[in-house]
């Protein structure tokens, strides 16, 4: 995504009422490079941040105070019939652990982060670099996913996150 052109669609969206203009907010982010589809809905203090790719299906609501950040190389690929809680976190870019380096975070790294289908991503979970989570997924509210989640109707809790229940 262009970087200077999410700076805009950020000024332009802060004075937009929080629930309203869900087409207007689709075809600025359009503009700044994403891929999204029909009937999505971006509540206004969601922040999008990154020069990575980002891509997001159809039916889909994107909570208040979340933050969808793809940078590099990196893809966030959100599919369809989603649903995206409030302050959740998206994120491709961390850095390797360097114990004998200056800083111990040492180099940075980005790695992309798919959504599956259905999937329902609790209030201020976290989903770090290189997840991938398998079709309706439930991520508990509070649980940071720190690894992908192989099953598919799966409810993930915890820090880190660990399956719990499976729906089938």
């Given at each position: ?6 700076y ?20 600025l ?7 999204i589809g ?15 790719n ?25 599919g ?7 302050q959740?976190?998206i994120l ?5 652990i360097?114990p004998?380096g200056n ?9 992309s ?7 329902w ?5 976290v989903?770090l670099?290189?997840v991938?989570l ?6 508990a509210?509070?649980?940071v996913?720190t690894k992908s ?20």
């Amino acid at each position: 995504m262009n970087s200077f052109r999410l700076y805009l669609y950020s000024q332009i969206v802060r004075w937009l009422p929080e629930t309203r203009f869900f087409g207007l907010k689709v075809k600025l982010l359009r503009w700044c490079g994403a891929t999204i589809g029909e009937n999505v809905r971006i509540n206004s203090s969601a922040q999008f941040s990154g020069d990575g790719n980002l891509e997001i299906g159809d039916d889909v609501w994107v909570g208040p105070r979340c933050l969808i950040s793809p940078v590099g190389k990196a893809t966030i690929q959100i599919g369809s019939h989603i649903d995206i809680a409030p302050q959740v976190m998206i994120l491709t870019g961390s850095h390797k652990i360097e114990p004998m380096g200056n800083h111990i975070g040492g180099e940075g790294y980005s790695a992309s982060v798919v959504v599956g289908d259905g999937c329902w991503l609790g209030a201020r979970s976290v989903l770090l670099p290189g997840v991938t989570l398998k079709q309706k997924t439930i991520v508990a509210a509070g649980a940071v996913v720190t690894k992908s989640v192989d099953e598919e109707m799966a409810l993930v809790a915890g820090v880190p996150a660990k399956v719990v229940k499976q729906y089938r």
